[in-house]
Nanobody
């Protein structure tokens, strides 16, 4: 059974930093991509950052220059370094893994349970 487990959320003041981590276990298939979405109260879930197996990276415009995603393929972990945090970054952050399914030439998403990030003075 594939599991995705996040850690590192919390409360921080505006301008501060947090580092989120995510570990994927139990997958026997290729993990094509990993990354983070977030969902603030009353809003839709939105992509924050994603990184592929070969290191291609994409960020939401709202976090470019402030957030950095990195991945360690050897142990299926991904990190999100968040700097210069703003109140609008407050949300539940969800890690995901896009896992290959060779039998159907496709993939599926496995999600973590989410970790709360709160930016407040």
């Amino acid at each position: 059974q594939v599991k995705v487990v996040e850690s590192g959320g919390g409360l921080v003041q505006p301008g501060g930093s947090l580092r989120l981590s995510c570990a994927v276990s139990g997958s026997r298939s290729r993990i094509e991509a990993m990354g983070w979405y977030r969902q603030a109260p009353g809003k839709q879930r939105e992509l924050v950052a994603t990184i592929t197996e070969v290191g291609n990276i994409d960020y939401a415009d709202s976090v470019k220059g402030r957030f950095t995603i990195s991945r360690v393929n050897a142990n299926n972990t991904v990190h999100l370094q968040m700097n210069s945090l703003k109140a609008e970054d407050t949300a539940v952050y969800y890690c995901y893994a896009r896992i290959q399914v060779m039998s159907i030439a496709g993939s599926y998403y496995q999600w973590g349970q989410g970790t709360q990030v709160t930016i407040s003075a």
